[in-house]
């Protein structure tokens, strides 16, 4: 499937620092320094519908944050994504609106490409359906037959989890929260017939009584459609190969969805963990909820759009909270970020301003911890107020300075 086109990355005189990012599965700071040398990315990737909403924009900004401090800091990346273009929240959504399926996923991508381009995200190095992706699927599921951890109910296939003896290492959850949590997001512990009720579903079979309007491929395991978490495991497998560096997503992501899909892989490939760090950004709320398609409480970056406003003021609004924070979208914020990005380019299209080189090596720095951006838009800011008030004449500074904000945040000023 097609990515998107890319944003340009300027030069910087300076290397970055290598990146520390929060691992959801030990809870610490892992050293992202790629062994391949070359570092492998995936994030999950939408559902296409109610594209894109803030949420979705906060955290894959947070992922390109990532991509830009292992690019900054002399890796090439190798980052999947993945579109699940075929799920049953989709074909709800479809049957709701009187829609085609396809149709829906094809329109919603499309505005999510258009979103993550004037957002200046960098594209996936490879861009995958989920329909596109089934023959991988089937393939992964034919191996957990081998390996024993599948069997069926009525039609459908179903993931052993006891087949893993590291499942649960993703989340840390225990069994009291994975199962008060798993029919919330997906999953069905109460279905009779299961081994386990958090056993979840590889492969749904074709059942014309039940949903006659379902899509059904013919394959080895019969005709049917792939279940949700293999897509990712069989995807970001057969793009990466195993033991990837990061496996990201927003936190809703941890379980069950992580969770099942490094299972997955991990019993497909015993011998190599799935990925090397968890990394998961917080949830935007809107109106005190969080953001989510199921409430309806969206705010859409292409109705800001729409409305006029500079897609690198809803970056810079973005960028204004840790990626891992919880936080609510409001109008205000935007409207601090209008107000802060003028400023910025103000400064940096000044003739001279205040010395460029601690500037760089305190933004890389704060990208280099964790990602804080927040912290790395305060000596922006700094650097902006001081120039504004007259301070410094390094000329040129104002150059090197767009040029970081560019290539650390992805912000053109
Ligand atoms: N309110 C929110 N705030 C932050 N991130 C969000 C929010 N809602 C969804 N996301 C993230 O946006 C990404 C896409 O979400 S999604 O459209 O529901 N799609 C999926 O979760 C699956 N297609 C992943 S394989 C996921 O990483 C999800 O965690
Ligand atoms: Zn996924």
């Not at 979705?56 to 890796?75: I, K, M, P, Q, S």
């Not at 090397?276 to 109705?303: F, I, P, Q, T, W």
């Not at 001081?386 to 150059?399: I, N, P, R, V």
């Amino acid at each position: 499937m097609r990515a998107w086109s890319a944003p340009d990355v300027p030069p910087l005189p300076v290397r970055a620092p290598e990146v520390r990012v929060h691992d959801s599965a030990t809870g610490g700071l892992v050293e992202l320094v790629p062994p391949s040398g070359v570092a492998r990315m995936y994030v999950c990737g939408i559902t296409p519908y109610d594209a894109t909403h803030l949420g979705h924009a906060a955290t894959y900004v947070a992922f390109d944050l990532l991509n830009r401090a292992w690019r900054g800091a002399g890796h090439d990346v190798r980052y999947v994504q993945n579109v699940t273009d075929v799920d049953d929240p989709l074909l709800e959504r479809a049957t709701a609106t009187g829609e085609d399926w396809v149709e829906l996923a094809e329109r919603e991508t499309e505005l999510f490409r258009t979103d993550m381009e004037a957002l200046r995200v960098l594209p996936p190095s490879a861009y995958v359906g989920a329909v596109e992706a089934i023959p991988l699927v089937v393939t992964m599921i034919e191996q957990l037959q081998k390996a024993g951890a599948v069997y069926p109910v009525g039609r459908d296939l179903y993931f052993s989890v006891t087949a893993d003896d590291t499942f649960g290492s993703v989340s840390g959850w225990d069994r009291d929260q994975m199962l008060a949590i798993f029919a919330e997001r997906g999953g069905d512990p109460d279905r009779p017939g299961k081994r386990d009720p958090l056993d979840c579903l590889l492969w749904q079979g074709e059942d014309l009584e039940a949903r006659p309007d379902d899509p059904a491929w013919d394959s080895s395991l019969g005709r049917g459609r792939p279940g949700w978490h293999i897509e990712c495991s069989a995807i970001a497998r057969d793009h990466l190969g195993a033991g990837l560096d990061v496996q990201g997503g927003g936190s809703d992501l941890v379980f069950p969805h992580h969770e099942m899909s490094a299972s997955e892989a991990q019993v497909a490939e015993p011998d190599v963990r799935f990925a090397r760090a968890y990394v998961h950004a917080g949830m935007v709320a809107l109106d005190g909820e969080k953001m989510s398609k199921s409430k309806g409480n969206l705010e859409l970056v292409s109705r800001l759009r729409g409305q006029g406003v500079d897609p690198m003021a809803i970056r810079l609004a973005l960028l204004g909270h840790h990626y891992r924070s919880d936080w609510e979208w409001t109008a205000a914020d935007l409207a601090g970020a209008v107000d802060l990005l003028g400023r910025l380019r103000e400064a940096v299209a000044a003739p001279t301003g205040a010395e460029a080189g601690p500037v760089i090596e305190a933004v890389h720095r704060a990208l280099a911890t964790d990602l804080d951006a927040p912290a790395a838009l305060a000596v922006l800011r700094d650097w902006a107020d001081s120039t504004l008030a007259g301070a410094g004449d390094e000329a040129g500074a104002g150059k090197v300075v767009a040029d970081l904000a560019d290539a650390a945040l992805g912000l053109r000023l």
